[in-house]
């Protein structure tokens, strides 16, 4: 059985993961919200979102698995609507404007709870999965670098 993937281009050198409905008290802001260092961390401690820092903007493959061993991450979050958006942080709901998979990425349905979001990297290749958790919330003291 093949496993979902996809591809997408960055040029904020970022990935996000997120449930759009988590993120919709951010639709009036401005698009660039998540840059503010202490915006973004706020979202990930609350399990609102994880923004991967990936060190270089480019073209990056994410492959999903039911389970990574030796992950180099873990972040907890919420999946409130049941559908999750994997790909470029352009696309975070900001700026009167929802993930739509412009520059790639995909959406995963899962049942509504918390989750963690497990991920390794090996090149521009990341592998992630999302596994039943107990909490949603964070307490990162930085930003996450994958």
């Not at 609350?46 to 030796?70: K, M, P, R, W």
């Amino acid at each position: 059985m093949s496993r979902p993937s996809t591809t997408f281009v960055t040029d904020t050198a970022t990935m996000c993961v997120f449930d759009p409905v988590g993120l919709l008290h951010k639709l009036g802001d401005s698009a660039d919200w998540w840059s503010l260092p202490e915006a973004e961390l706020d979202a990930v401690n609350a399990g609102q979102a994880a923004f991967l820092n990936l060190g270089s903007d480019g073209a990056y493959t994410v492959q999903l698995h039911e389970q990574i061993d030796e992950p180099v991450l873990a972040v907890n979050l919420a999946v409130v609507s049941g559908r999750v958006f994997i790909g470029a942080a352009e696309e975070v709901t900001a700026d009167g404007l929802e993930p739509e998979g412009a520059f790639g990425g995909m959406f995963v349905s899962l049942p509504i709870g918390s989750y963690t979001l497990l991920a390794r990297r090996e090149a521009n290749t990341i592998a992630l999965a999302l596994v039943p958790a107990e909490s949603c919330s964070n307490g990162f003291p930085e930003l996450l670098r994958l």
